[in-house]
């Protein structure tokens, strides 16, 4: 009898398997991927320790608000700053650097829905409206002084998406990615990933509708957003007109100790003086 036949048959059974379980990993990122793409128990804040708050499609956003000397909330300075902070971060926690960088500046940032002591469910369906709503509440705020929007890592995203429709005096975007699909297949180009994936983030189409000052903050050592995905967004930006998006870039940094590079602050100064 030839061992043929019963070879053939073990490999099927093999490959039939390794479908399925294919087939099951992929089922699986689909319906996580969002338990997977944010990380809001990092963040848990209460209630008390928040300082500024925004209802938002019935839900309520959480975050805080700090001002200068001698401004208040009721007499804040007449420039502001509203910050989008990255995945799994404590935006509070950016406060005193915030307030280091641009210390005449009124300071806003909220914790996303899910995140902080903020009330809600992440999706970007839901993530860029609420940044675009904090952003207008801001300009409200501040009707004769400038609203820079710094959006950092997936804040990025959040914050090419606000741009597009609500233009802030200045944009930052710290360790920015071109979209979140290309960003998600760098981590799992084994997945098919567009069929998965539902939150796309895709800054390169959107920030085309943003014609203000741009900053692009790279960190030469990101292994989370890699070097490729922030150039891709430079090279798609390159098509935006004028002005140019301006690249600011820190070889020696990581995804992390990017905001703790000393120099960010001074030189993020010296470009909002050049916009004026």
């Known amino acids: ?48 320790q928040t300082n500024f708050q925004m209802l938002q499609g019935g839900v309520v956003l959480r975050g805080w608000q700090d001002h200068p000397q001698g401004h208040t909330s009721a007499q804040p300075a007449p420039d502001a700053v509203v910050y989008l902070g990255g995945n799994a971060e404590r935006v509070e926690l950016a406060l005193p650097m915030l307030r280091q960088w641009l210390p005449e500046s009124s300071i806003y940032t909220l914790a996303y829905r899910g995140f902080g002591a903020s ?12 940044a ?5 509440e801001v300009q409200r705020l501040h009707p004769n002084g400038k609203v820079v929007l710094v959006g950092r890592s997936l804040g990025s995203g959040v914050a090419a998406g606000v741009a597009a429709q ?9 360790t920015p990615f071109d979209n979140m699909l290309a960003t998600v297949r760098d981590h799992y180009g084994w997945l098919p990933v567009s069929l ?19 900053l692009v903050v790279r960190a030469g050592l990101d292994d989370l957003v890699r070097p490729a995905r922030t150039a891709a967004l430079l090279q798609a930006l390159d098509t ?11 070889a020696e940094a990581d995804h992390i100790t990017i905001l703790t590079e000393p120099r960010l602050g001074s030189a993020l100064r010296v470009w909002l003086i050049r916009w004026g």
């Open 1 to 48: 009898m030839s061992t043929h036949k019963p070879m053939l048959h073990w490999l099927i059974i093999i490959l039939l398997l390794c479908a399925v379980l294919y087939a099951a990993v992929c089922a699986l990122m689909y319906f996580q991927q969002r338990k997977l793409m944010y990380l809001p128990q990092y963040t848990r804040a209460a209630a008390a």
């Open 119 to 130: 009330d809600g469910t992440p999706t970007e369906a839901n993530l860029v409206p609420d």
């Open 132 to 136: 675009t709503a904090l952003l207008a």
């Open 166 to 174: 609500r233009a802030p005096s200045a944009l930052v975007l710290i």
């Open 196 to 214: 998965l994936l539902h939150d796309r983030y895709p800054s390169d189409e959107r920030l085309q509708h943003y014609a203000g000052p741009l």
């Open 240 to 250: 935006r007109g004028e002005p140019a998006a301006d690249e600011l870039v820190f």
